[in-house]
């Protein structure tokens, strides 16, 4: 999976969509500390362990740099930005059961306009999966020749 480059001054607004979500029951917000047991299990369950540990450290920064969408007192998607490397978005990932409702998009642009909040002119997409979906809602383009960039000496 390739890294991608994003032009976090060119972001489309996540407030139209995170209005929308709401105004169905979703509400996109970052994470409480005290929300790391809930987190971690939602990530386990429908993702993997490696990414629980990368968004449970966006708990930790200041400001968060984990955010959730919960609907129904129940996480129902994630999206992490700052955890891994300094300017990197990612992981992220909605329940299988509630894609295709915005949820990942809604968070995708609001975390990335976390980055740009904090200075950033361009945000790394580390080991983007959905290419076409990225390219699509944030403009993001493949960085070539990057391999495997951060991912490529993994311990699992």
């Known amino acids: 999976m390739p890294d991608m480059l994003v032009p976090l001054l060119q972001l489309p607004p996540s407030a139209p969509l995170v209005k929308e979500l709401k105004e169905n029951g979703v509400v996109i917000r970052a994470a409480h500390t005290f929300e790391q047991t809930p987190l971690r299990q939602f990530i386990e369950k429908h993702f993997s362990a490696a990414w629980a540990d990368e968004a449970v450290a966006g708990l ?3 400001p968060v740099t984990t955010l959730i969408a919960v609907e129904n007192k129940q996480i129902v998607g994630f999206a992490s930005y700052e955890c891994t490397r300094r300017d990197y ?4 990932g909605v329940a299988p059961d509630h894609r295709g409702r915005n949820i990942g998009k809604a968070l995708l642009i609001a975390s990335l306009e976390g980055l740009r909040d904090m200075g950033y002119a361009y945000g ?33």
């Open 60 to 62: 930790y920064n200041k």
């Open 89 to 92: 978005f990612g992981p992220t």
């Open 124 to 156: 790394v997409i580390g080991g983007a999966g959905p290419v076409g979906f990225y390219a699509k809602a944030v403009n993001a383009t493949v960085i070539e020749n990057a391999g495997r960039g951060i991912y490529t000496d993994l311990l699992w």
